[in-house]
């Protein structure tokens, strides 16, 4: 049982940064993709960024490229999200997720990109952007 917890989400100005963590535990970190998502109040929860165990493929939403970056440390089983320009639309609860993969390069199942292919996930943390 992998668990998942984020940290460094918070109230900012727009045009600000944040920089969220996701701490992994009870599984080994290099067996998995990771993910973002985020849900905003009366919104669907969406897809934000993945990186693949090996760094070797990121994927980002259209709607946060070049603002936000994906990053992991496999020493410290810590993915990253740091996310700058920051606007009041990104305003959400942000998940960390953990994909079990052999793929070193890709995600299996419905892609890095669907929630459907995660198998863990942490609390959320909050991110509020104000204008």
């Known amino acids: 049982q992998v668990k998942l917890v984020e940290s460094g989400g918070g109230l900012v100005q727009a045009g600000g940064s944040l920089r969220l963590s996701c701490a992994a535990s009870?599984?080994?970190?290099?067996?998995?993709?990771m993910g973002w998502f985020r849900q905003a109040p009366g919104k669907e929860r969406e897809f934000v960024a993945a990186?693949?165990?090996?760094?070797?493929?990121?994927y980002y939403a259209d709607s946060v490229k070049g603002r936000f970056t994906i990053s992991r440390d496999n020493a410290k089983n810590t993915v990253y999200l740091q996310m700058n320009s920051l606007k009041p639309e990104d305003t959400a609860l942000y998940y960390c997720?953990?994909?079990?993969?052999?793929?070193?390069?890709?995600?299996?199942?419905?892609?890095?990109?669907?929630?459907?292919?995660?198998?863990?996930w942490g609390q959320g943390t909050q991110v509020t952007v104000s204008s």
């Open positions: 997720a953990a994909h079990f993969t052999t793929l070193w390069n890709t995600c299996s199942g419905y892609g890095c990109d669907d929630q459907r292919t995660y198998d863990y």
């Open positions: 009870g599984g080994t970190f290099t067996n998995y993709a």
């Open positions: 990186i693949t165990w090996s760094s070797s493929s990121i």
